[in-house]
């Protein structure tokens, strides 16, 4: 029912840049928050930044004053501008939203959709 397309993983070195995207699709009626976590190799899955609908984030300590999160609603898109990249970041990264989907007549339902993830690798 809902789709979330990540894009713009790669390899960069310790210091660079990089942007996630995550697109949404589906039979979606609203999306409320949106947002990005991580897992690192023998980790748990952690929190990196969440952006409400309204415009409202939070942040990981460790990413904080590095990483921007921002969405376009009418794209039903959210973005991750990763900056001052360190090895420690290295981890697939997911991306969640908060959807409320359509499904059939006038049912609504809620759904906590996830992204099948993009690897970040840090590294010189």
């Known amino acids: 029912q809902v789709q979330l397309v990540e894009s713009g993983g790669g390899l960069v070195q310790p210091g660079g840049s990089l942007t996630l995207s995550c697109a949404a699709s589906?039979?979606?009626?609203?999306?409320?928050?949106m947002g990005w976590y991580r897992q690192a190799p023998g980790k748990e899955r952690e929190l990196v930044a969440a952006?409400?609908?309204?415009?409202?984030?939070n942040y990981a300590d460790s990413v904080k004053g590095r990483f921007t999160i921002s969405r376009d609603n009418t794209k039903k898109t959210v973005y991750l501008q990763m900056s001052v990249l360190k090895p420690e970041d290295t981890a697939v990264y997911f991306c969640?939203?908060?959807?409320?989907?359509?499904?059939?007549?006038?049912?609504?339902?809620?759904?906590?959709?996830w992204g099948q993830g993009t690897l970040v690798t840090v590294s010189s």
């Open positions: 952006a409400t609908s309204g415009g409202r984030t």
């Open positions: 969640n939203a908060a959807v409320v989907v359509h499904t059939g007549g006038a049912d609504l339902r809620p759904l906590d959709a």
């Open positions: 589906g039979s979606i009626f609203s999306i409320n928050a």
